[in-house]
């Protein structure tokens, strides 16, 4: 028997989330999905709040993924230490609220999703993710695991997976906002994709104002706080098949679903 995991891409915006919202359950029928993971990253464009979260799960997720704005909001802060189905990166400063990793009953048994952070090319200084993945699955016991691994480096996301290939169930990165072309089972059975892409405007910069990127790559000196771009929007992520007695993973494909 096989398990069929949806992962989605970064929410971006008030739009973004509108689109999951409507979509979502949905596509879960659509693509026979039994349980999805949602990273939530820039629900608000810039963070989330408590509100977005409960939004994002009602819609269809049943864990959400945060990245280097998990911390953006400080209306979240409580909610992280509350709600098991959200979860931080777990190689954040221990002084961090809530939790990094969690394992959820199911039908079909165990889920365990664990949620990471990159450290090239971010702007502070996590625990490494490598020795931090490898501290969790020593207390996990589930066959199924799952990896967001939230990161810029496009090497360090295919480093951890290529690292963790036969331990895991599937790892993908998130952050870029951009959909890569790499679906695929690695050697030892770990489905892996680089980035998910995410759910947000079509027509943006990572689901801003292109006006705005575009400003600050030509020197603007004056930064406005980032809004999202107008217009229709679109679900990015990948469906990854599990075998339910090994935990290895079948087969994966990215899936892009585009309103309108």
Excluded at 85 to 98: D, F
Excluded at 114 to 132: K, V
Excluded at 165 to 178: E, K, L
């Amino acid at each position: 028997m096989s398990v069929k995991i949806l992962a989605v891409g970064d929410v971006v915006g008030e739009n973004g989330l509108a689109f999951l919202s409507r979509r979502l359950w949905s596509l879960r029928r659509e693509l026979g999905a039994d349980f999805a993971v949602v990273n939530g990253e820039n629900a608000s464009v810039v963070g989330i709040n408590p509100s977005e979260a409960r939004e994002i799960l009602s819609a269809g997720a049943d864990v959400v993924t945060l990245g280097n704005h998990a911390l953006q909001k400080n209306s979240i802060f409580s909610m992280l230490d509350d709600e098991p189905a959200l979860l931080r990166p777990a190689n954040l400063s221990p002084l961090t609220p809530g939790r990094g990793w969690g394992v959820y009953g199911t039908d079909f048994g165990d889920v365990a999703v664990l949620n990471l952070i990159g450290r090239c090319g971010m702007d502070f200084g996590p625990d490494n993710p490598f020795y931090e993945a490898e501290r969790i699955l020593e207390k996990i016991t589930a066959k199924i695991v799952l990896i967001d691994f939230h990161a810029e480096a496009t090497s360090e996301k295919a480093a951890l997976a290529w690292h963790l290939d036969g331990r895991v169930s599937a790892v993908w990165g998130t952050h870029t906002h951009v959909q890569t072309s790499d679906a695929t089972v690695l050697p030892q059975g770990t489905g892996f994709i680089t980035d998910l892409g995410m759910a947000g405007p079509v027509y943006s910069i990572l689901g801003v104002k292109p006006e705005q990127s575009v400003s600050r790559f030509l020197g603007a000196p004056k930064r406005t706080p980032y809004v999202q771009a107008p217009g229709k929007c679109k679900i990015e992520g990948a469906l990854f098949e599990i075998d339910e007695s090994t935990g290895k993973c079948l087969s994966v494909n990215a899936i892009r679903v585009i309103e309108g």
